[in-house]
């Protein structure tokens, strides 16, 4: 396939701007088995779907999650949602069904979906950062500096901060003419692969500096930032008198920092060396970004705090009072063995594994 070329007779020339019919994806290249990678990847999309769905549906119910720090949480949650379905359903298609040709329109708007939930992705990373730093270093200032008012102004200017650089990069791909190869050596329509399918007829140093710049502006500052924020969440945890409280606090922010390193490291390294960087690295390094951090998100920043689990436990309980349904039921309607008002809720795939782990684990009431 890297023969492919943009056949001149089916292209679409404006003024002088030759546009290809379509663009081929190639993939992985050398490696055997990668199937079994793709049905990996989708397995990771189907829990990261759940999850943060769960997640979603649990703050927009419960009122008393509408506070500041839950606002961030849920566009979180929406991102990681938006993230992972811009990339893994194509993907699959392409790859598990040999699709792997797509049209010149539908490129770009690939192109652009993935890069803003990526984006979208490190500015929240950076709210929530925010909001813990607040929260540990100035408790006192907490309900002053993050208000409900705050947290929509932030979140705003991250979709804005997000939306205005695709534009651009968008923008300057349809000035460029691509008169020779149509493969582009990624899993998506990837900027920097795309671009440079031009450079033999256009110019393309205008959309070499935003590959540098964007990443500066939406990736590497926001990580600057949160490493410095963190630096100081640690030092004044270390300031925690009871060691038992600090242990705690130690361990969950630990947490946080492992989950941020999991999303930026890769993405750095593929896009500080984008021009060195092996297609299949890039490949994996891109993709686990885009599905990991969603899968892992639900999990560290909302399922293992107290004020989450207790809400979700409550509301849990109260759906199964109000259908005659208690904790040993929720298996026995799950197996078909009781009719419940409750069983056709249960059909949802998300609230089954919920529920069913709930109850196993003791939490539901008898």
């Not at 393309?204 to 502006?217: E, F, G, T």
């Not at 705090?305 to 109000?322: M, N, Q």
């Amino acid at each position: 396939m890297s023969s492919l070329t943009s056949d001149l007779s089916l292209t679409e020339n404006i003024t002088t701007i030759i546009r290809p019919p379509y663009f081929y994806i190639s993939g992985f290249t050398g490696i055997p088995h990668m199937k079994y990678y793709y049905v990996f990847l989708s397995l990771v999309y189907i829990i990261s779907l759940m999850g943060n769905t769960f997640v979603m549906i649990i703050i927009y119910v419960d009122r008393s999650l509408h506070s500041p720090k839950y606002i961030a949480v849920f566009n979180l949650a929406l991102t990681d949602v938006c993230e992972s379905t811009a990339q893994v359903p194509k993907l699959l298609d392409m790859f598990l069904f040999d699709r792997q040709f797509i049209s010149y329109d539908q490129c770009l708007a690939n192109l652009f979906f993935v890069f803003i939930f990526l984006f979208m992705q490190s500015f929240n990373l950076t709210i929530l950062s925010y909001d813990r730093l607040v929260a540990i270093c100035s408790p006192l200032r907490y309900h002053v500096l993050v208000t409900h008012r705050s947290m929509f102004q932030l979140t705003g200017a991250a979709w804005v901060g997000s939306l205005f650089p695709m534009m651009i990069s968008v923008g300057l791909i349809t000035r460029l003419s691509f008169c020779r190869s149509v493969v582009i050596n990624s899993y998506f329509c990837d900027h920097g692969p795309l671009f440079r399918l031009a450079a033999p007829c256009s110019d393309v140093l205008p959309n070499i500096v935003l590959s540098y710049l964007i990443p500066s502006l939406v990736l590497y500052i926001p990580m600057t930032f949160i490493i410095v924020s963190y630096i100081c969440i640690l030092h004044a945890l270390f300031t925690i008198t009871l060691t038992q409280d600090r242990h705690r606090a130690v361990k969950t922010c630990v947490s946080h920092v492992i989950l941020v390193a999991i999303f930026y490291l890769p993405i750095t390294v593929t896009f500080l060396l984008q021009s060195l960087i092996p297609t299949n690295l890039r490949i994996i390094n891109l993709s686990l970004t885009s599905v990991l951090p969603p899968m892992l998100n639900p999990i560290v920043y909302v399922l293992k705090t107290e004020d989450f689990k207790e809400t979700a436990k409550k509301l849990i309980r109260r759906w199964f009072r109000k259908a005659g349904c208690y904790g040993p039921c929720v298996a026995r309607v799950v197996a078909g063995q009781e009719h419940s008002s409750l069983a056709p809720l249960l059909h949802n795939e998300l609230l089954v594994y919920v529920l069913l782990g709930l109850a196993f684990l003791g939490q539901l009431p008898d």
